[in-house]
């Protein structure tokens, strides 16, 4: 009952930008919290950012900060990450996440895209 998926993925060179979306097919998009993580590989995925239902409230991990901004659009079912001052270290597939609050969505959601493959280069 809820699809996720993600586009905008690509390879880049450090320094560079891409902006990620996350189109959401459930039967209510508002009352969802939405979420980004990564996963590189070797290693555990990990948070990136998330978003309230409204806007209202957003989280980073330290590692994006400043870096990245999640957005969304609630007339197009569409969440965002932007990311800018790309690094090597930030190549991983990013998979787009959705659940009831910012606090699950952060942790452990319940609905997850495919993912989309993030290279940069050095």
């Known amino acids: 009952q809820v699809q996720l998926v993600e586009s905008g993925g690509g390879l880049v060179q450090a320094g560079g930008s891409l902006r990620l979306s996350c189109a959401a097919s459930m039967r209510t998009f508002r009352p969802y919290a939405m979420g980004w993580f990564r996963q590189a590989p070797g290693k555990e995925r990990e948070f990136v950012a998330a978003?309230?239902?409204?806007?209202?409230?957003?989280n980073y991990a330290d590692s994006v900060k400043g870096r990245f901004t999640i957005s969304r659009d609630n007339a197009e079912n569409t969440v965002y990450l932007q990311m800018n001052s790309l690094k090597p270290e930030d190549t991983a597939v990013y998979y787009c996440?959705?659940?009831?609050?910012?606090?699950?969505?952060?942790?452990?959601?319940?609905?997850w895209g495919q993912g989309t493959q993030v290279t940069v280069s050095s």
């Open positions: 996440a959705a659940a009831q609050s910012v606090a699950v969505v952060s942790t452990l959601p319940g609905y």
């Open positions: 978003i309230s239902w409204n806007g209202g409230t957003t």
